[in-house]
């Protein structure tokens, strides 16, 4: 029971995350992008506002921690959501989950920078290599006319802004007795002032308002920010209770899937490629060394971690 217990929280995590480019994709059609990452920032933290108070929890009373909230709020939610929204007004929402999925390798290039990431194999030097190489086959540079241009570069950079804020969320905000629950609700409404400061840049528009896109940035804020991120607060502060790795392969696919059969997206022999090979390295950099055998039981070397 354990098992189709944890598969099926694999496969709901993915269905949730990799729905946000579908969903952006819809909104777009009426919001202009910096109302769309506003409204999102706003439905996501009144709906962990009502789960963190129903639950009896309250928000973080100290300032060191509130000045915390506030970098991970700018880093994972309010950069991050405005840069898919500007770059999903060129791009297909297919292919902005597919760059998203090189999140893990920007983690990966990180840790070697600020010395989390030690003793590494060059197997997992491969696969960032190869990680990043998927990468340049979608954006394909070389074709003028072709790649996703400055789209594509606002995906890589909210891919980028994702792999800080979880390094940043990991060693300072998760761990310190503080419930998840009122950690990702305070982010969120520090992810609202951000946005709001932002509004006169496109944000005060008219907006000729449809069904379509009303559901889709309804579903985008109380769905696909409010509740997975919160979910997302739970696997960085317990990675041992879901496989991460797993969700971050099926992403890509779920937002392929959706792009293609919602919206009639034609991806491409080149795009696909350039994704089969992303997540081939993004496997590889996941990669960790053999167990072997100290007297009668098996333990991990640690030597990769």
């Given amino acids: 029971m354990s098992g189709l217990w944890a598969l099926g929280r694999v496969v709901v995590l993915a269905l949730l995350w990799g729905s946000t480019y579908l969903w952006i994709e819809l909104a777009l059609d009426a919001f202009s992008p910096v109302q769309v990452t506003f409204i999102r920032c706003v439905l996501g933290a009144a709906t962990l506002l009502v789960l963190c108070f129903g639950s009896g929890r309250r928000l973080p009373r100290d300032r060191a921690t509130w ?29 902005a989950g597919m760059l998203n999925a090189t999140t893990p390798l920007w983690s990966m290039l990180i840790g070697l920078l600020i010395g989390t990431e030690r003793g590494i194999r060059p197997i997992r030097v491969a696969g ?24 594509a570069l606002a995906i890589i950079g909210a ?27 305070a982010q969120l409404c520090a992810a609202v002032v951000f946005s709001g400061l932002a509004l006169p840049a496109g944000g005060l528009a008219s907006v000729d308002l449809d069904r379509t896109a009303l559901i889709a940035v309804v579903v985008l804020g ?4 409010g509740i997975t991120f919160h979910l997302t ?27 293609s059969i919602v919206l009639g997206e034609d991806i491409g022999i080149r795009v696909a490629a350039g994704m089969f090979i992303v997540l081939l390295g993004v496997g590889l950099t996941r990669r960790r060394p053999p167990a072997v055998v ?4 098996l ?3 640690g030597s990769d971690r």
């Fill in 222 to 225: 109380i769905v696909a920010t």
């Fill in 233 to 259: 607060y739970r696997i960085i502060a317990d990675e041992g209770a879901t496989n991460a790795a797993t969700v971050g392969y099926l992403l890509p696919v779920v937002s392929v899937a959706l792009g």
């Fill in 67 to 95: 000045g915390r909230v506030v970098v991970a709020a700018f880093f994972c939610n309010a950069l991050p959501y405005a840069l898919f929204s500007i770059g999903q007004q060129i791009i297909d929402s297919g292919v």
């Fill in 159 to 185: 891919a980028v802004s994702y792999a800080v804020s979880f390094a940043y969320m990991g060693r300072n905000l998760v761990g310190r007795g503080i419930p998840t629950i009122s950690l990702s609700a």
């Fill in 299 to 301: 333990v991990a070397t």
């Fill in 294 to 297: 100290a007297g009668p039981a």
């Fill in 128 to 151: 960032l290599v190869l990680g990043f190489s998927g990468t340049v086959v979608i954006f394909a540079p070389w074709q003028q006319a072709g790649g996703v241009g400055w789209g």
